[in-house]
């Protein structure tokens, strides 16, 4: 695999940042999308845009067309049984949403456990806040040990009868952390509970199958796997989604409607109530494309080898901290806490140097209190990164370091 | 952003105070708090501050996390505004403002001093919120019931 | 106006369909988008893509700049107070669905009454019977007279000082009616209720204000006014949208989080959980801003003369019945009922000769029983059509006539 | 789309059908009845059958409303299995939906006469289902329990 002819495929890359060839390291937050995701768009608004369903017209049959393809390109990405068990949501926020108010309101009640991590990022915690005041049931928390996986002894004790969902993200967004979603899913299940894998820095990172996983829900996020902004997906499987109750109410959700009630389509129309994003389903089946043609093995393995460097030439800056797993496979990111400078002043540092990181609690503030950090700086990689670019990051935060020391 | 114009935001004497803050630490109760963060970023600074029968500062003390624009700054804040009235603090906020956001000139550039060196921020609009949250903090202690 | 100029800034309308040039009269449905909405967005993703919020590097503070300018021109193109009261959604249902939960939750309990009307789509219908269902309140609908406006004697009556929440639409999407917004909200203001408007219709196509209107919630779809799929706005006014909690959970609409309990932000954050359609606000920015360009009082006198010539042609097909008002302002498109063919054959029929329609409900089931019809034909314009396209669809429509009679 | 491929999709036989509809009402139970209906489009048909003691058609009607195509398959459906078995009324539906499927040659295309002439609808999938809707009803029935 040429990597570096990989960047090529994304314009946004052929850059200069305040003087300096742009390298960006904030995949994590979102991707870069390339040129055949942009072409997609372009070629659905120039040729075949029109509002999807009911269609009789050529334009409205071919919108029809490319969305409901885009939902089997989903269903295959994700091994799926059936396209029916793929919603389209804006992202991983919406689909949990999704899961804790449909699913929640019609499973969950008081003395009923929600089981999630200590390491959930904010959109992964706060729906399942909301949903455990509104049905009265506890959210309980798996630790995270100090190097940065979960405390699974812990999980053993936690997990009782009284669980009705686990909740737990595949990859830690702060952490890199890469957790035994399969082992954990199968506990859970052999327990009766339900269980949510959020997918959304794993998928696009690492081949995904929800068969092998054996999750009963999954959630990504169009936009972190070179996908436009605005579409995302909720898998759920189907002997779970035809039990749930619809949350958004509206046109394309019904069967019949009389002024006073109405009846609801199957899954997965019951849970897409309104006009969708077109375009973005279609732009997200362009990025499967785009990325199954590389490889999510050739990806995955690319991914790893980024973290590794990272790891080696980041951890030899003095005063610098990696959090989360030093061995072993690992999400390609890394997060760091600098005893120079504030994640904010390296992060702008970098800024100068045309290098692109995010600094803060990255929306896991609990998980920066376990670790005691106010926020951590994190380089996050892609297929278009490259080793030479995680070199000069070195460079930069060697100087960094040397100034504000 | 040219490497000098980030020289020009962190200057050494911003550096110092970010590194060795002046004033760091509480005024034991009774005296005027106000705590001021940026959820955004995550900085967070803690303004006390004892007032005289004339409404000047008697003292000010402030703790806190963060960047080392919001830090220094604050740091910065503390030795200026010790001594002065309120509505001489007030002024200088209003001044300071003009100076880091590069809206004006300030009315009294001669009080402010070395905080006109944070002047570097106006090329970093995203740090505004940085240099001003000592100063949040301090309009808030000041309007604080005390305690 | 040159409006035969308009139609060169539209790619889509540049082609032929089953050899026929293409005629595009679906536009209530979903608008076609002009070049600068496409290259904006080819724009966003070539030079500016990244996440927004908590933005230090150059990509990321781009890209917050034209998201949040993005929030600016919405507010200025509905002359609300401030852009504070602007929140992106995926569009019109969303934003009824985002009231009747965040709004409905804290304000509708057992004998309050939601008044409506009989002539809305299922995207403000839907979503007021399941809040009914959650909270006890009764759901009551201003009935339709034959001409197809609002039976105003029986909207004195039905309002009450029971009634909470006046929820109605601007323009009929099955019937063109343009109702009294700005009259009808100011009565069930004086009473204490609160008010909705869907201007899913009327956004884009006549000139618009919330001041004027007077409401306190409105809403409407990108992808109806020349922007892309998947953005929305909400607008609210700001001391209702203090007052009302979160409905989505997520990354960015909190303040500070634990593992228990969070605090959140002030609207419009409070209700934009997780990642934005970012490049669809950009996009729906650019829309405004072509529109404007045009203006909107132009728009809507074209409109309405297209209407017009539509009633006119049309209304002399015998066997061919219009729907909705003869005489006086009507939005700008036509739904009718022909004695000598089903809709769905009238459409397949015109799309032979190019010519794009919708036939059937309209996702406004109760209405078609109200004209007892099982569906309708409508024609519906943008300001990209000509009269000289109407003069096409009535010479197609006379031959189905004679074909099918 | 052609209009010849439109004229071939509406040939006359089939528009007759669809305005003076065979077999049209209801009878009165005991009888089988089902239902059907595309609610994406609104189009519905109503089945009655009665079988007799050797499971055969002894009578069938059906009402309905909707576009040309699925009152006028229904029309023709009526005719075809009235008389027939069961089972063949069973072979004759999964040789029609091959027919307007395009999907294959139908095993029997005598027995299907001029429910042939619905093949034009091979050239419009989105109508397939209105091709089927009758059809679908009349499975339903023969499954229904008997009133
Ligand atoms: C009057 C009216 N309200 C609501 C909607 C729903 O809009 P959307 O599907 O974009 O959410 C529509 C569009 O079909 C409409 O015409
Ligand atoms: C682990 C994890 N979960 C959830 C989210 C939320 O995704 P989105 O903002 O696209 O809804 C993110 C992205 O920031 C994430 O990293």
Redesign the pocket.
Known sequence: MDWQRIRDDFPILQQEVNGHPLIYLDSAASSQKPRSVIQALTHYYERDNANVHRALHALSMRATDGFEAARRTVARFLSAASENEIIFTRGTTEGVNLIANAWGSANLKPGDVILSTGMEHHSDLVPWQLAAQRTGATLKHIPVLDDGTLDMEAFEKLLTPEVKLLALVHISNSLGTINPVREMCAKAKALGATTFVDAAQSAGHIPLSVEDIGCDFLAFSGHKICAPTGIGVLYGRMAVLENMPPWHG??EMILTVTLDSCTYKAPPARFEA??PDIAGAIGLAAAIDYLEAIGLSNIEQHGLQLASHALEKLGSIEGLRILGPKTGPRGSLVSFHCDFAHPHDIVEWANTYGIAMRGGHHCTQPLMKRFKVPGTTRASFYLYNTTHEIDRLAEVLESARKFFS | MSPEELRDLYQSVILDHSRKPRNHGEIPPPCLHAHGDNPSCGDEIDVWVKLDDQNHIADIKFTGQGCAISQASASMMTVKVKGQSTAAAAAMREDFRRVVMGDGKPQDEDALGELTLLEGVQKFPQRVKCAMLGWRALEQALEAPAR
Chains 1, 3 share one sequence.
């Open positions: 509206g046109g309104g006009t």
